[in-house]
């Protein structure tokens, strides 16, 4: 719900002709927006505001099983520069592409062909819907987060968008507020259900922390996590990969298969069964649909179980568990490969990085690998193989666990 400020809670934007103040931890990337926006448009931005990325460390694959998701934001970051402008058109910049779309603020409908556009113009859409009336604006988008990858990108931008124009529009909302404005966004102008987890955790995370989400109920809280002493290195396996809706349609059919025998009233989920019961199943249906479970189930006890590790602060334990996770993912859930594989196993023979494990949809894409900051360059320097082995070489993102949600007017 949107709620107005009163006089003295107004937020106003700057005189165009000056610069936000910028200064401490929010450092020369939001310095670059500005000087694009101003490049772009010759006059500073109003407003800015960033959300980060996501890396998911557990659970990401349990949405059909209603389970849990263990993630944290990182340091990259997508930001959103916005200027009011005098007349009613809508001109958006993205800067890392390179690229320009217009549009007017009576004409905000989804077009295929404006691509990332569509994305600031789903939240300009709700907004007007729900009575915030606006004249045209500057937009430019700016990122470090890689695209395509899981590393909720889109929901990065959904949501700096959102901080950006509630703050033009002088309007009240808590950080979950604002990530549930961004999902409904989404799914509302693109007709599609967001993944809700992405959005709490890039929006209602703090810096060193870990997030869970429970996606029965949307609930998460958040826990201890690793300090600047360890990096989160991204690396990308160059593997094309092709359309994995029709793989994801099949585990989700495994699910059901499973819920028909053990609930034919229909009112649990995987989640409410443990792995021995699974386990029972062996002859009951295909091998495949059993062990797919199987590593859902046992997913779900993992993330409890890599819970109490980081709040008892066994880091051993933890990478122990991600590991656990990997091995699951390739033997159970089928969905790894063998350059994946290879950069998992790598990763765990290099001292100094506690734990490596494939992330995201599978089938290719990333590792997720937690490590002193002091191997990464020797990490770097093992990848020069897989080059020689698989014939082309993965890129490799550093980062760290400073991610928030952050605005500046």
């Known amino acids: 719900m949107l709620h107005k400020c009163n006089k003295e809670e107004e937020i106003r934007g700057p005189n165009r002709s000056e ?191 870990a997030t869970i989400v429970d996606l029965r109920n949307a609930r998460r809280h958040s826990l201890p996590f690793f300090d600047g002493d360890w990096a989160v290195v991204l690396t990308d396996s160059k593997v094309p990969r092709l359309s994995v809706v029709n793989e994801d349609s099949q585990r989700d059919a495994s699910v059901r298969q499973v819920l028909a025998i053990l609930d034919p009233s229909g009112r649990k989920s995987l989640r409410d069964f443990a792995p021995e019961e699974i386990e029972e199943l062996m002859g009951q249906l295909p091998e495949s649909v059993r062990r797919r479970a199987l590593h859902l189930s046992e997913e779900h006890r993992r993330v409890k179980e890599a819970e109490e590790a980081l709040v008892s602060g066994d880091r051993v334990a933890f990478g122990k568990i991600l590991a656990r996770s990997h091995t699951s993912l390739r033997n159970l859930y089928e969905v790894s490969c063998p350059e994946i594989d290879w950069l998992q196993k790598r990763a765990m023979e290099t001292e100094g990085i506690l734990c490596s494990r494939l992330t995201g949809s599978g089938f290719g894409g990333c590792t997720v690998s937690i490590m002193k900051r002091d191997a990464v360059d020797e990490y770097r320097r093992r990848l020069d193989e897989y080059e020689r082995i698989f014939g082309f070489r993965p890129t490799v993102h550093e980062t760290g666990l400073e991610g928030s949600m952050r605005v500046i007017d």
């Open 19 to 209: 610069a936000p103040s910028i200064g401490g931890p929010d450092e020369a990337y939001m310095k670059d927006i500005v000087a694009l926006h101003r490049a772009e448009f010759e006059e500073y931005p109003q407003i800015v505001a960033t959300a980060p990325g996501v890396a998911k460390l557990l659970g990401e694959q349990t949405p059909s099983a209603e389970g849990l998701v263990l993630a944290a934001a990182i340091s990259f970051d997508v930001s959103v520069g916005i200027s009011e402008r005098r007349d009613s058109s809508l001109r958006f910049f993205a800067a890392d592409l390179g690229e320009r779309k217009r549009t007017g603020v009576a004409t905000l409908k989804f077009k295929k062909e404006d691509r990332w556009a569509n994305f600031p113009k789903a939240v300009l859409e709700r907004f007007g819907r729900l009575g915030s009336a606006t004249r045209g604006l500057n937009i430019t988008i700016a990122g470090e987060v890689p695209m395509g990858l899981g590393f909720a990108s889109s929901s990065a931008l959904l949501l700096a968008t959102t901080m950006a124009l509630k703050s033009h529009f002088g309007v009240t909302l808590r950080n979950e507020e604002v990530a549930d404005f961004a999902c409904k966004s989404e799914s509302e102008f693109f007709g599609i259900q967001g993944r809700v987890d992405d959005f709490l955790i890039s929006g209602c995370s703090t810096p060193h922390a």
